[in-house]
């Protein structure tokens, strides 16, 4: 016998399937979001590195700037100094070559303070070249330009990248 009062079956389960395409879509939102984040910091980070790469070159060139007896010497072009002179933060001074070695240990201080695996050199290089390395700075030591090549470690997988190179003449 046919039931003409029987209701059709209602279909079950469809909100939970919609509940879970819109948890899956919401979740790649997410983290496409924060991927989006982790991009946004990583760039901000460079552009920190690179700020301050270009204040400490800055900060160098100005100290020789001030500095033209050391300069004309030859007194800044030097790998590193280990030693500062506190004698040139006296009212009695001290030497231009004193001064020049004071000023890249400061420099080099500065250096390994602001950036990862911070490193840094002036030097006197007709052609400078961005695949340098602070073991080999290809400085030629031809013509007037003094270079100064600054190396961190950008992305932090213990290699110093490329280096940020400011070409002046003191």
């Known amino acids: 016998m046919l039931n003409l009062d029987a209701r059709p079956l209602k279909n079950s389960g469809v909100g939970m399937i919609e509940l ?4 899956v879509v919401t979740s790649v939102g997410l983290l496409g ?3 989006l984040q982790v991009t946004g910091l990583r760039n901000n980070q460079f552009a920190y590195n690179h700020t301050q790469a270009i204040t400490l ?3 160098i060139s100005d100290r020789m700037r001030t500095n033209s007896d050391a300069v004309k010497a030859g007194n800044y ?3 590193t100094n280990n030693t500062a002179y506190s004698s040139c933060l006296t009212s009695a001074g001290c030497s231009a070559n004193e001064m020049a070695k004071n000023d ?5 201080e500065l250096i390994v303070e602001r950036l990862p695996l911070g490193n840094g050199l002036v030097c006197i290089d007709s052609t400078p070249n961005s695949t340098d390395t602070p073991a080999s700075p290809a400085c030629d030591g031809l013509g007037k330009d003094y270079t100064i090549k600054i190396w961190w470690d950008d992305d932090r997988d213990g290699n110093l990248d490329n280096p940020f190179i400011l ?4």
């Open 33 to 35: 979001l924060a991927a």
């Open 20 to 23: 879970l395409i819109t948890l």
């Open 104 to 108: 890249t240990y400061e420099w080099h």
């Open 167 to 170: 070409s002046f003449r003191p």
């Open 57 to 59: 070159a800055s900060d």
């Open 77 to 79: 072009i030097q790998a």
